[in-house]
T-cell receptor, first 114, second 113 residues
Framework: AQSVTQPDIHITVSEGASLELRCNYS??????LFWYVQSPGQGLQLLLK??????LVQGIKGFEAEFKRSQSSFNLRKPSVHWSDAAEYFC????????????FGKGTLLTVNP | DAGVTQSPTHLIKTRGQQVTLRCSPK?????VSWYQQALGQGPQFIFQ???????QRGNFPDRFSGHQFPNYSSELNVNALLLGDSALYLC????????????FGPGTRLTVT
């Protein structure tokens, strides 16, 4: 069975500081990996995805993530956080073959201090 | 380019009632997945519809059922509502069965009293 762990429930950073959100997954083969962002009362917006190839993937809004197979991790990073980045961030894993569902972590709430 | 739309936005129901939620996929998409997001949790997969058939189902009871129409829109039905069914219900659309780049709608907030 596939699963995702986001170890940090809540992270607070200052505007302009760098950010790293952690994500660990469990899956028997190479997974599909995603990061989504959810603003209050909104649906989820796809930030970036990893399917194969280059393990460093670039996304929207200046975010990037690195797939590390040896650590079963897919951490999200941003070099300089903006106040508008405050939101909840979800890491998700998708299987291959006939497994169509996305499995999400419980999310990390990001607060940005001015 | 219209994104994923869901209706209604909010809904209040009483225990034991039935509810129907609706979803229109993003233009060009043919696959619809439904997720339940309880407060403070990540979304949980309910089921996926492709070619008007349920292709995969998560760990949800038979009280949760769905339908996909020829225009690819979809409905989620929940019977015999329980207080624990209170959640944000998210619809996601994608292109093709098994293609995982899913685009989400804004959700329907269901409150069961």
């Amino acid at each position: 069975a596939q699963s995702v762990t986001q170890p940090d429930i809540h992270i607070t950073v200052s505007e302009g500081a760098s950010l790293e959100l952690r994500c660990n997954y469990s899956y028997g083969a190479t997974p599909y990996l995603f990061w989504y962002v959810q603003s209050p009362g909104q649906g989820l917006q796809l930030l970036l995805k990893y399917f194969s190839g280059d393990t460093l993937v670039q996304g929207i809004k200046g975010f990037e993530a690195e797939f590390k197979r040896s650590q079963s991790s897919f951490n999200l990073r941003k070099p300089s956080v903006h106040w508008s980045d405050a939101a909840e961030y979800f890491c998700a894993v998708g299987g291959r073959g006939s497994n169509y569902k996305l499995t999400f972590g419980k999310g990390t709430l990001l607060t940005v201090n001015p | 380019d219209a994104g994923v739309t869901q209706s209604p936005t909010h809904l209040i129901k009483t225990r034991g009632q039935q509810v129907t939620l609706r979803c229109s996929p993003k233009s060009g998409h043919d696959t619809v997945s439904w997720y339940q997001q309880a407060l403070g949790q990540g979304p949980q997969f309910i089921f996926q519809y492709y070619e008007e058939e349920e292709r995969q189902r998560g760990n949800f009871p038979d009280r949760f059922s769905g339908h996909q129409f020829p225009n690819y829109s979809s409905e989620l039905n929940v019977n015999a509502l329980l207080l624990g069914d209170s959640a944000l219900y998210l619809c996601a659309s994608s292109l093709g069965q098994g293609y995982y780049e899913q685009y989400f709608g804004p959700g329907t907030r269901l409150t069961v009293t």
